[in-house]
T-cell receptor, first 112, second 113 residues
Framework: GENVEQHPSTLSVQEGDSAVIKCTYS??????FPWYKQELGKRPQLIID?????GEKKDQRIAVTLNKTAKHFSLHITETQPEDSAVYFC???????????FGKGTRLHILP | DAGVIQSPRHEVTEMGQEVTLRCKPI?????LFWYRQTMMRGLELLIY????????DSGMPEDRFSAKMPNASFSTLKIQPSEPRDSAVYFC???????????FGDGTRLSIL
């Protein structure tokens, strides 16, 4: 089955700088890669997703890149702000069944 | 448009008691997922349904856990008997079909004393 590895587990970034979170997946048939943001005590919420027919997708300060050959994808947050502090999860699905496999999460701290 | 609705939001009970968590998916969503979240194990998929039918329950930890979906608008996750190690946040999520975004409920924070 699918396995998703996420790094780093914790990331501290100065406010205004960029943050990058990286994930790898094992099932080459996976074709859908969502990213979720979870604030303390809240539910995971989708922030951006990408499909395997696209190499990059942007939404304001957030971008995701996908390298199918290497089976890895990354989340990029530019001009970080205090409200970006949260846990971020990558995920992969579509490799033969309907479930989404989540990474272990990255706790992002934005330092003042 | 109402999102995924879970109840109760918090549950505190003594070990050995039966616990029932409830979920109402978004209307029109054919897939329903139950997750458990802990610090140690992260977000784990327990079971998911498609059109009210359980498709994969390989994540259900033990026979003490069971889940049902009697109709398209309601699902339950039951733990009987409950144990302290079952303490976690349990999320329900729904989606329209495969490879589509999952929408999460606010979760049930379960504490077994």
């Amino acid at each position: 089955g699918e396995n998703v590895e996420q790094h780093p587990s914790t990331l501290s970034v100065q406010e205004g700088d960029s943050a990058v979170i990286k994930c790898t997946y094992s099932d080459s048939a996976s074709n859908y890669f969502p990213w979720y943001k979870q604030e303390l005590g809240k539910r995971p919420q989708l922030i951006i997703d990408i499909r395997s027919n696209v190499g990059e997708k942007k939404d304001q300060r957030i971008a995701v890149t996908l390298n199918k050959t290497a089976k890895h994808f990354s989340l990029h947050i530019t001009e970080t702000q205090p409200e970006d502090s949260a846990v971020y999860f990558c995920a992969a699905s579509g490799g033969g069944d309907d479930k989404i496999i989540f990474g272990k999460g990255t706790r992002l701290h934005i330092l003042p | 448009d109402a999102g995924v609705i879970q109840s109760p939001r918090h549950e505190v009970t003594e070990m050995g008691q039966e616990v029932t968590l409830r979920c109402k998916p978004i209307s029109g969503h054919d897939y329903l997922f139950w997750y458990r979240q802990t610090m140690m194990r992260g977000l784990e998929l327990l079971i998911y349904f498609n059109n009210n039918v359980p498709i994969d329950d390989s994540g259900m930890p033990e026979d003490r856990f069971s889940a049902k979906m009697p109709n398209a608008s309601f699902s339950t996750l039951k733990i009987q008997p409950s144990e302290p190690r079952d303490s976690a946040v349990y999320f329900c999520a729904s989606s329209t079909r495969e490879s589509q975004p999952q929408h999460f409920g606010d979760g049930t924070r379960l504490s077994i004393l």
